[in-house]
C-alpha cells in the first residue's frame, strides 16, 4: 500500500531517523564482517605455503563480498579460536541486521499505529543495535589486530557498544518511549583473535 506521509508525527520521524542509524551500523558491520573473513582467507593461504598476492586478494574479496551475510557468518565457524560465543554473537547480529533492513521502518503498513506499538519498536530497536554494535566490536577487534599487529586501544573497544547504541537512538533521547524495555550488551567479552585453521572454509 501506498505510504501516507501526511500521518507521521514528530515521534515516528525521530524514531525512522534512529532506523537510519541503525542501518548504518549494520552496513558497517556487514562489510567489516567479510573484511576480516578475507583476511583470515588471506593469512590461512599464506601459513599453507600458498604463493598469496593483490590478484588473490582481490579474488578472495570478490567472492567473499559476494556472498550473503549469513553464509559469511557460517564461514567462521571454520576459523580456528572462534567460540561458540562468537558465532552466536555473529548470528544475533545477522538477525538484527535483517530487521533493521527489512522490518524496522514497516511503521504504517499495519492498521495500529499508537503508542503502545511504536514504544514496542522502538525497545526492538534499542535491542537490534545492541546485538550489531557488540558483534561490530568483536570483529573490528579481530580486524584491527590482524592490520595492526596489536590490540585495540582497551578504551576504544570497552566503550564502543555503549557508545554505538547512543548515537543510534539518539534521535529519540526526547521522548518517554525510549525509556521502556532497554537492554545493555555493553558488557559483552570481547576475545582474543581467533587464528586461521587448515580447515577447508
Request: with cysteine; hydrophobic share 35%.
Given at each position: 500500500?501506498?505510504?501516507?506521509?501526511?500521518?507521521?508525527?514528530?515521534?515516528?520521524?525521530?524514531?525512522?531517523?534512529?532506523?537510519?542509524?541503525?542501518?548504518?551500523?549494520?552496513?558497517?558491520?556487514?562489510?567489516?564482517?567479510?573484511?576480516?573473513?578475507?583476511?583470515?582467507?588471506?593469512?590461512?593461504?599464506?601459513?599453507?605455503?600458498?604463493?598469496?598476492?593483490?590478484?588473490?586478494?582481490?579474488?578472495?574479496?570478490?567472492?567473499?563480498?559476494?556472498?550473503?551475510?549469513?553464509?559469511?557468518?557460517?564461514?567462521?565457524?571454520?576459523?580456528?579460536?572462534t567460540t561458540e560465543g562468537n558465532l552466536s554473537l555473529l548470528d544475533m547480529a545477522r538477525l538484527a541486521?535483517?530487521?533493521?533492513?527489512?522490518?524496522?521502518?514497516?511503521?504504517?503498513?499495519?492498521?495500529?499505529?499508537?503508542?503502545?506499538?511504536?514504544?514496542?519498536?522502538?525497545?526492538?530497536?534499542?535491542?537490534?543495535?545492541?546485538?550489531?554494535?557488540?558483534?561490530?566490536?568483536?570483529?573490528?577487534?579481530?580486524?584491527?589486530?590482524?592490520?595492526?599487529?596489536?590490540?585495540?586501544?582497551?578504551?576504544?573497544?570497552?566503550?564502543?557498544?555503549?557508545?554505538?547504541?547512543?548515537?543510534v537512538m539518539e534521535p529519540l533521547q526526547s521522548t518517554k518511549e525510549l525509556q521502556s524495555g532497554t537492554r545493555d550488551?555493553?558488557?559483552?567479552?570481547?576475545?582474543?583473535?581467533?587464528?586461521?585453521?587448515?580447515?577447508?572454509?
Amino acid at each position: 500500500m501506498w505510504i501516507d506521509f501526511s500521518k507521521a508525527s514528530s515521534c515516528e520521524l525521530n524514531y525512522l531517523a534512529a532506523v537510519g542509524r541503525a542501518l548504518v551500523l549494520s552496513q558497517h558491520f556487514e562489510y567489516t564482517c567479510k573484511d576480516v573473513l578475507c583476511l583470515f582467507d588471506f593469512v590461512k593461504g599464506v601459513r599453507e605455503g600458498k604463493e598469496q598476492d593483490l590478484d588473490t586478494w582481490q579474488n578472495i574479496a570478490e567472492k567473499t563480498m559476494e556472498n550473503r551475510l549469513a553464509n559469511a557468518v557460517k564461514k567462521y565457524g571454520n576459523v580456528h579460536g572462534t567460540t561458540e560465543g562468537n558465532l552466536s554473537l555473529l548470528d544475533m547480529a545477522r538477525l538484527a541486521r535483517n530487521y533493521i533492513a527489512h522490518d524496522a521502518a514497516l511503521l504504517w503498513y499495519f492498521p495500529s499505529n499508537d503508542d503502545l506499538r511504536l514504544s514496542a519498536r522502538i525497545s526492538t530497536l534499542r535491542e537490534a543495535a545492541n546485538d550489531l554494535a557488540a558483534a561490530h566490536n568483536l570483529v573490528s577487534d579481530w580486524g584491527y589486530s590482524m592490520k595492526n599487529i596489536k590490540p585495540p586501544p582497551p578504551a576504544l573497544e570497552s566503550t564502543y557498544v555503549h557508545r554505538a547504541v547512543g548515537w543510534v537512538m539518539e534521535p529519540l533521547q526526547s521522548t518517554k518511549e525510549l525509556q521502556s524495555g532497554t537492554r545493555d550488551d555493553s558488557s559483552s567479552q570481547m576475545t582474543d583473535s581467533p587464528e586461521p585453521s587448515g580447515r577447508d572454509s
